[in-house]
């Protein structure tokens, strides 16, 4: 009988006979090989233009996807690609016309391979530099397909004949003439559009690469991995003995030997052609009683509590800088700046950016913390300005004596431990706060590119802590901050983020493609350890065509495991065909991660929900007079319920007011309506009911499936979708429904069932007492 032994090598000859086979069908037959699409999948009439072949240099690299030793050590390792869209670095062309992948591979060790990457990028251009200004080209991200094209062109190509031809544009007949000026059109966008995406997949995997050798390289969990995936990955060469006798041996090229990296005296010069807009300077931190400091400060000196020194993960805390700084000649073996900044991190705390126009949210949101028992530090980073008189009211709010308390204190007092009140003065805890600086880490031309919501990512970046909760102004958090440290998707993952509104907003799937096109890829992968993305990711609503997937109100991250995917993130804030398919800054986080190859992040299981108080049965009558089946809540807050258990509210944003946009509203327009908050029996009621804090006593979270199964019409009365915008406090109320759908024409049945939530009397007594707190009721 054959042995296991045998059988297992009888069909692993065969299996490697079999792509033997297959590689050498690939090899000579070549064929025509169209561009690259931006659509998961063109339509055949769309291809109307001939496209070139493929260059010399990428048939070499389609090759080494190809190649026999890089598909078995696929299959060996379970490595697969997902992404289904072919994109790559052009420098591997080039590393690649002179070197054969399974000697390189057998051959260099992993900062052997970080050199060579970047040695070529010298040599191919002395000069080479990545630019933040410069503007990647999008004419439209709707025209991908040529009859989009065609509809969106046809007036401008029939002017251009017109003038030609000296007549009516109105008489220009769509012939030929016409059909070839559209197509040669289309030929001119795509090639452009091609050779914009491919220079932003050369940046953004220059930082990817630079940053892993480079930045977080002496990190001793990454140096261990790094180890093992480079010795795995040459002892399965060593062992392939089939494959041997393919192997040709390593050697430098003449211009890779002529390139004299023993000149180079420190990381500096590499670190400033991927890092222009970096001045190399640290922030200023100012702590409250205006004591300065020109590095990141230790907040041990600073902070008697334990909570903040607790690291999340151990193993990333103790290695962080735990290893020696690899060896390199690029950078003469020394660390480069980003590199030491990431070292210089310390302990937990909370993170805001702000301007003067924020100040009265901030100081809001500093006297909630005070309430929520918050003992980790505050740091408020700032670029533009932030005036004396701003910074003098946030260290009011956070340091003077806080023992006016509202009356519904006597009613939550029990909730909360022996020593919520100062031993001292007898008022709420006083807050650690810091305020950072961060104008001069910009060099001074491209400060231009952080404005807006561009600050928060300097915030992300330049905060020094380790792990840290980053929140806009009027967030409103109902948990102590501890609460999302401890979230089981944090401590697994080290990033947690929350969903938007699973509103009926939508985009081209051609975005999707976009994105993925910008990820890591299978070369990338075998020469650099950068994982390819899984489902985790590409299952994620955003790339089957939902226009809003991440609320960035309040992101949770810890450093030591995703400092690169951050820098990553400020690098798409420069990219306009990025911007351009986003809105602000809401999913360049989690973007940010996965064009990093980073898939360490946990999103909240739910979308948000809209709370408040449920809308009366009566007020929402069908015409028949009958009930309807589903409930309603209606609110201008989107609330985040705790995705482990279902039913408690995490946090929401818009502040605590019932309508935070007070003083933009028309509020006898809003109060003619009758449609909603009917109890209201006059406009000044509807003003004091609007700057009263928002009565927590409901949610409702919609269905949701996906795109194509957004809207249920039916004919039953019911709502045909799980969000509706009102026109109530300047457009910003949204009323949402438990369930949607019902009987339809067709004699079907689309109902969709969502989450109602009741929140206990515990919960609402503290929100009660939260929201008096920030309004400032006694």
Not at 512 to 529: E, G, Q, R, V, Y
Not at 605 to 615: D, Q, V
């Amino acid at each position: 009988m054959i042995s296991v032994l045998n059988r297992k090598r009888i069909i692993y000859a065969f299996l490697i006979i079999w792509i033997l086979s297959v590689n050498i069908w690939i090899y000579y037959y070549k064929q025509e090989a169209s561009i690259t699409s931006f659509e998961d999948k063109l339509n055949d009439d769309s291809n109307v233009f001939d496209t070139p072949k493929q260059s010399g240099e990428e048939v070499k690299s389609e090759e080494i996807i190809n190649n026999l030793l890089v598909q078995l050590y696929q299959i060996q390792f379970g490595v697969k690609d997902l992404k289904k869209v072919k994109s790559h670095s052009t420098n591997y062309d080039e590393i690649f016309k002179n070197h054969e992948i399974n000697g390189l591979l057998k051959k260099l060790n992993f900062q052997q391979r970080c050199d060579l990457y970047f040695n070529n990028l010298y040599i191919k251009d002395i000069n080479w530099k990545l630019n933040p200004n410069k503007d990647f080209f999008l004419e439209s991200r709707h025209s991908f397909e040529f009859e989009s094209f065609r509809k969106e062109k046809t007036n401008q190509v029939k002017e251009t004949i017109a003038k030609e031809k000296n007549i009516a544009k109105d008489d220009v007949k769509l012939d030929e003439e016409f059909e070839n000026k559209i197509k040669n059109l289309y030929k001119e966008f795509w090639l452009k559009t091609m050779d914009s995406e491919q220079g932003m997949m050369d940046y953004v995997t220059h930082l990817k690469i630079f940053n892993k050798c480079y930045i977080t390289g002496d990190n001793t969990p990454q140096m261990v991995k790094t180890d093992k995936f480079i010795k795995n990955q040459q002892n399965f060469i060593d062992t392939t003995t089939t494959l041997q006798k393919f192997i040709k041996p390593f050697q430098y090229s003449s211009n890779e030997l002529k390139s004299n990296l023993d000149s180079f005296t420190s990381c500096l010069d590499l670190e400033r052609r991927l890092y222009p807009w970096l001045s190399f300077s640290y922030p200023v931190y100012q702590r409250w009683n205006g004591e300065t400091l020109y590095s990141p400060p230790n907040m041990k000196k600073y902070i008697k509590h334990q909570e903040p020194f607790q690291p999340t993960n151990n193993d990333a805390h103790n290695g962080k800088g735990g290893s020696k700084f690899p060896n390199s000649k690029l950078t003469n073996n020394k660390n480069c700046f980003l590199n030491q900044f990431k070292n210089k991190m310390n302990s937990k705390g909370i993170v805001l950016s702000i301007g003067d126009a924020h100040v009265e949210d901030t100081v809001n949101f500093i006297h909630l913390l005070r309430a929520l028992n918050n003992h980790y530090p505050i740091e408020i980073v700032y670029y533009d300005s932030l005036s004396e008189e701003s910074k003098a009211k946030l260290v009011h709010a956070a340091q003077d004596q806080f023992s006016a308390l509202p009356q519904l204190f006597n009613k939550v007092s029990q909730f909360f431990p022996d020593d919520y009140l100062d031993e001292n003065d007898g008022g709420l805890p006083k807050q650690e706060l810091w305020f950072v600086n961060a104008y001069n880490v910009i060099h001074d031309d491209f400060k231009h590119k952080f404005k807006g919501f561009s600050n928060k990512f300097i915030a992300t970046m330049f905060n020094s802590f380790e792990e840290f909760i980053l929140v806009d102004a009027d967030t409103i958090p109902v948990q102590n901050m501890n609460f999302f440290f401890n979230l089981k998707g944090y401590k697994s993952k080290g990033a947690y983020f929350f969903k938007d509104r699973s509103a009926p907003e939508f985009r081209p799937l051609s975005d999707a493609t976009f994105f993925k096109k910008l990820t890591p890829s299978i070369i990338d992968n075998l020469m650099f350890d950068i994982p390819l993305l899984t489902d985790h990711t590409f299952n994620l609503d955003f790339f089957q065509g939902m226009g809003h997937l991440m609320e960035s109100g309040l992101v949770a991250i810890d450093r030591n495991l995703h400092f690169n995917s951050i820098l990553m993130m400020i690098q798409l804030n420069f990219f306009k065909p990025v911007l351009q398919r986003v809105y602000g800054d809401k999913e360049i986080f989690w973007l940010g991660f996965a064009i990093n190859g980073d898939e360490g992040y946990t999103f909240n299981k739910y979308f948000a929900a809209s709370i408040g108080e449920e809308t009366p049965a009566n007020d929402r009558l069908k015409p028949d007079g009958n009930p309807s089946i589903s409930r309603e809540v209606c609110g201008a807050h989107p609330g985040h319920i705790n995705g482990e258990d279902g039913k408690s509210l995490a946090w929401f944003n818009s502040g605590f007011k019932f309508c935070g946009q007070y003083d933009k509203t028309d509020f006898k327009a809003d109060f003619d309506k009758k449609q909603h908050l009917k109890h209201l029996k006059s406009i000044e009621e509807m003003k004091i009911f609007y700057q009263n804090p928002l009565i927590l006593k409901n949610a409702v979270i919609p269905p949701f499936k996906n795109k194509l199964e957004t809207y249920c019409d039916n004919i039953v009365n019911e709502p045909n979708r799980g969000w509706v915008m009102q026109s109530y406090c300047n457009q910003y109320l949204w009323c949402a429904y438990s369930s949607i759908g019902g009987a339809t024409r067709e004699g079907t049945d689309n109902t969709q069932v969502g989450q109602f939530i009741e929140f206990d009397k515990r919960s609402t007594d503290l929100f009660a007492y939260y929201g008096d707190i920030w309004v400032g009721n006694e």
